[in-house]
């Protein structure tokens, strides 16, 4: 877990997660990410290189794109 939270921190460091960290919901905690990134093909990549994906520890991740307007 060290290390997925070393690899977030990271992310926030280069602007790509805008914010991230843990839901303490009572019916178990869960993490929350926000990111900026060109489309969902980099969100994939992200995710894919994560170190809890990369050990196979269980984790899976929803993406829901956020409308935007120009």
């Given at each position: 877990?060290?290390?997925?939270?070393?690899?977030?921190k990271?992310?926030?460091?280069?602007?790509?997660?805008?914010?991230?960290?843990?839901?303490?919901?009572?019916?178990?905690?869960?993490?929350?990410?926000?990111?900026?990134?060109?489309?969902?093909?980099?969100?994939?990549?992200?995710?894919?290189?994560?170190?809890?994906?990369?050990?196979?520890?269980?984790?899976?991740?929803?993406?829901?794109?956020?409308?935007?307007?120009?």
């Amino acid at each position: 877990m060290g290390d997925h939270g070393g690899y977030w921190k990271t992310l926030a460091d280069r602007g790509v997660a805008v914010i991230f960290g843990p839901v303490m919901d009572p019916k178990g905690a869960w993490g929350l990410g926000l990111l900026e990134a060109k489309d969902e093909s980099e969100i994939r990549s992200l995710l894919a290189n994560d170190p809890v994906t990369k050990a196979n520890a269980g984790f899976r991740y929803e993406i829901a794109p956020m409308a935007q307007s120009n």
